[in-house]
Every structure is written in structure tokens, then in C-alpha cells.
């Protein structure tokens, strides 16, 4: 029987204050709360569409501006990823996704390898996105996306190839980020001793 892939994080600094549980083998169930609306919105969507399932509070000086509470964010859901992974054994190690939305096309690879690499491919200016809850710079897409990486240990390559909406690019990658994972960490029975690597080892 394959144990349960479950990490808690607790991270806390001058500037945010986090838990998190996450279950890898979940049903994509999820409670988010970082006080940005939008970007709680788009965890709950990486949650559910990697059917992982999501505990996540986050209490940041957003007073200063969105930038600490989002990178933090990623830095412990990139922490919470590796560890449930545990030794990694049995891992697919590699996912993708072309993901449509309307006029957007986003496209996301990963290699689970242990060396953190971020490719991040977008239009040359990305707009700020208003919302009732505030707004939201595109650019902390970014931002999150290398602190989630660099601490998941992972490589990651995401390009936007159209878009003309940002609330659509942004929400495009968050989804094809989390298609891409759920491939990437799904087990193969039949190798579940067996490190995906012929070095056998990740990193």
C-alpha cells in the first residue's frame, strides 16, 4: 500500500505568516486564504485541476503590496511539493499541458529532476488586472512561479503563445501548470521502486 503523499509547511517571517497541508492524492479539494481575492481564486483552480487537495492560510503586509504574500506562497507550496514527493520513487517525473481559454493558449512542461530551472515565455507588456479585491500585477505571475519552482526543485517551462486578456493569461497558466503536475507526480504501480532516473538518483 502506497502511503499517504501529505506535507505540512509552517513558514513565518517579518513579512507573512503561512500554513499549509497538502495532499497529492487528493480529490482537488481546497481552503485558501492570503487576502488577495484573485489570487486565492487561482489556487483554488491549481488545486482543483491538479486534484491535489489544499490547506493554505497566509497572513502578509499587504498594506506594503502583494508582492511577499504571493512569492511566499510559492516558496511553501514549493517546499510542500517535494516534500510530499518523498523519495520520489515511482514518480511519471515528467508532465505537460496545452491548455486552452478563449482567446489564450498556454503551454507548460515539467521535468520533477531536483535542478530548479524557469522558463517563462510572455508578451513583452502585461497590464495590471483590477479587481474588487484589489489589483493584481501580472508581473507577481512571475515571481511565483520561480519561488515555486526553485523550492520544488523542479524544471519548469511555461509559454504564453496568445493571449490578448490578462485576468485569461494568468489563470491559462495557472491551470496548465497544475495539469502538467498532475501527470508528473501520478505513480506507476508497476515501478513504484524504481527512481525515474538511470542515475539513479534526482537532483
Known amino acids: 500500500m502506497i ?21 497529492l492524492d ?5 481552503e485558501i486564504k492570503t487576502g ?22 497566509c497572513k502578509g503586509d499587504l498594506g506594503v503590496d502583494f508582492h511577499h504574500t504571493v512569492e ?3 516558496i511553501v507550496l514549493g517546499e510542500a511539493l517535494n516534500k510530499s514527493l518523498g523519495d520520489k520513487k515511482g514518480i511519471a517525473r515528467y508532465g505537460y499541458c496545452l491548455l486552452p481559454m478563449d482567446e489564450t493558449l498556454v503551454h507548460s512542461a515539467i521535468d520533477i ?4 530551472y524557469l522558463c517563462f515565455r510572455s508578451p513583452d507588456h502585461l ?3 483590477f479587481l474588487s479585491a484589489g489589483n493584481f500585477q501580472a ?47 501520478c505513480l506507476d ?14 537532483g
Open 72 to 74: 511566499d506562497c510559492g
Open 127 to 129: 497590464p495590471l488586472v
Open 113 to 116: 529532476s531536483g535542478r530548479p
Open 3 to 23: 502511503a499517504s503523499r501529505t506535507a505540512l509547511i509552517q513558514r513565518k517571517t517579518k513579512e507573512t505568516d503561512i500554513s499549509i497541508k497538502m495532499t
Open 139 to 185: 508581473q507577481l505571475l512571475e515571481e511565483f512561479l520561480r519561488a515555486f519552482v526553485t523550492h520544488a526543485r523542479l524544471c519548469l517551462h511555461i509559454h504564453i503563445l496568445e493571449s490578448k486578456e490578462t485576468h485569461h493569461l494568468i489563470e491559462g497558466t495557472f491551470k496548465a501548470l497544475a495539469r502538467a503536475l498532475k501527470m508528473a507526480v
Open 189 to 202: 504501480p508497476a515501478c513504484v521502486e524504481r527512481i525515474p532516473s538511470t542515475k539513479g538518483t534526482l
Open 26 to 30: 487528493g480529490k482537488g479539494t481546497s
Open 36 to 57: 488577495i481575492g484573485f489570487f486565492d481564486h487561482m489556487l483554488e483552480l491549481f488545486a482543483y485541476h491538479a486534484s491535489f487537495d489544499l490547506i493554505l492560510e
